[in-house]
């Protein structure tokens, strides 16, 4: 689901790269209006509480794709850059294309960073393999990785994703 | 150190850790007959998942039942992460039972220990799928407590423990072994490189081990083969010449010689594990040698039989 305006063929495009990479359906609903109170740049925590929803499944995963900069957010240990957000284990999870300046372009770096929210979802957590696209986003060479998952990663969102079809 | 510990007490409404398992909200405590005996169960229920779980309250201590963090020891995790601690045990089988004893045992420190040491150890090399599955494990623990502990949520507590583990704009650093060997040079043994040499975890040891010994393989068949011309020219020239030129040769065997011998010396100190797979080698690598020498040397002997003639 977008908040901003974004090509539909990209978005597409987009839609068929997580195809591949779950094997589940993925499909663009419709765009929701911006939330009151997130500020510019946006509170990713804010927002993806406040932010509409739309009728699902149960064990359907909702990704919000956002134009604007997502705030850098204080934690305990330090401020933490802030690509996109999400509700482990839940259905919402939040990407920002901030930085990319066309999606057609930026794709791979896109869909990068929407499997990686995504994985979250499906109780996946930071992966040490930097090809994986469960690696930290926040190191350099993360952007310019390929939109894979390593056979751990993928073997264990294949069974999450069983475990809640059945 | 169950029966160190001190008794708990729960009460209803405790949020507590179940080693292995995670944080735990307790939401009954009764009495109950189980053969013939009354018992006093704690039941506590899951938060991740809601499966519920029953424990004597006699054995709460012995499974390591424990209260959740508080911040004051949270604060302690991250500054341990942050460290530079010690480096994970280069022996695949002592480091796993150290790494199941920190995640019974070792309450919210140990399960940093192991989210640490392995995340270390996989800046040296990638890990094996057990042990990939154990690190994976211990961060959701880990995750998941402090998520508990600080009430935040698990996407921040795992970027909070990430920023100390791998700070933003840098790349994880490469590591090489010689940084485990020096962390484990206390130890008096030196089977535990052996071991890892041996065991799937210790590929990077193995090309530079069999490069080594290729290079000793032909050098100890050049040996052979100067030592089987020399022998083979001192039949067919004269005896002055022969004698000094067997000479100059075995003189140059025998240095061939003590270079293996002090290599083999050296590689002593090595596990006997080891010695077998060489030994095989090289005497594959002396027996082709010999063959192709002694092939040699009949074509050697041919000329000299023409020049007879």
Redesign the interface.
């Known amino acids: 689901m977008t908040l901003d305006d974004y090509d539909p063929k990209q978005i597409e495009k987009l839609c068929r790269a997580l195809y591949t990479a779950f094997g589940v359906g993925c499909e663009q609903a419709t765009r929701v209006p911006w939330p009151t109170g997130v500020g510019d740049p946006a509170d990713a925590r804010k927002l993806i509480e406040h932010v509409d929803s739309v009728r699902a499944y149960a064990d359907d995963k909702i990704l919000y794709l956002v134009h604007k900069r997502l705030k850098d957010r204080e934690l305990p240990s330090g401020t933490a850059p802030t690509h996109g957000y999400s509700l482990y284990g839940k259905d919402r999870a939040l990407v920002t294309t901030h930085g990319v300046k066309n999606l057609e372009e930026g794709l791979k770096r896109v869909t990068r960073h929407s499997m990686h929210q995504l994985g979250h979802l499906w109780d996946l957590y930071h992966c040490l393999d930097p090809r994986c696209s469960m690696y930290l986003p926040w190191t350099p060479s993360f952007a310019s990785g390929d939109a894979i998952f390593c056979s751990f990663c993928r073997d264990k969102s294949e069974q999450k994703i069983r475990l809640a079809k059945s | 150190m169950a029966e160190s510990a001190p008794q708990l007490s729960l009460a209803v409404g405790d949020r507590v850790v179940y080693p292995n398992q995670g944080v735990c909200r307790v939401f009954n405590v009764d009495s109950r007959e189980v053969a013939g005996q009354t018992l006093t169960f704690v039941s506590m229920r899951r938060e991740?998942d809601g499966a519920v779980v029953m424990v004597p309250t006699t054995k709460v201590s012995s499974i390591g039942l424990r209260k959740l963090a508080t911040h004051d020891q949270?604060?302690k995790i991250?500054a341990f992460l942050?460290s530079d601690s010690d480096k994970a045990d280069l022996d695949w089988k002592q480091r796993a039972r150290t790494n199941i004893d920190r995640m019974t045992q070792g309450g919210i420190l140990g399960l940093a220990e192991v989210v640490k040491g392995l995340?270390v150890l996989?800046e040296l090399r990638?890990?094996p799928?057990k042990e990939?599955?154990l690190?994976?494990n211990a961060?959701?623990l880990l995750?998941s407590e402090i998520a508990a502990s600080?009430s935040?949520?698990?996407?921040?507590a795992?970027?909070?423990?990430?920023?100390?583990l791998?700070?933003?704009?840098?790349?994880?650093p490469k590591r090489t072994a010689e940084e485990f060997k020096q962390a484990s040079a206390s130890d008096e043994e030196g089977i535990e490189l052996g071991a890892d040499i041996l065991s799937l975890g210790g590929d990077l040891e193995l090309p530079s081990d069999e490069e080594a010994e290729t290079e000793e393989a032909a050098e100890a068949a050049e040996a052979d083969g100067e030592e089987e011309e020399a022998a083979g020219k001192g039949r067919r020239a004269k005896a002055g010449a022969e004698a000094k030129k067997a000479s100059t040769s075995d003189g140059r065997a025998v240095a061939r010689h003590s270079k293996s011998r002090r290599k083999g010396a050296a590689e002593g100190s090595k596990p006997k594990a080891e010695a077998k797979p060489r030994s095989a080698k090289l005497a594959a690598a002396h027996q082709d040698s010999k063959a192709k020498r002694k092939a040699g040397g009949a074509k050697l002997a041919k000329p000299s039989t023409r020049k007879k003639k």
């Open positions: 991740e949270v604060a991250f942050r995340q996989s990638p890990l799928t990939r599955e690190y994976d961060r959701h995750v600080l935040i949520s698990d996407c921040d795992e970027d909070a423990i990430d920023l100390v791998s700070p933003p704009g840098r790349e994880r």
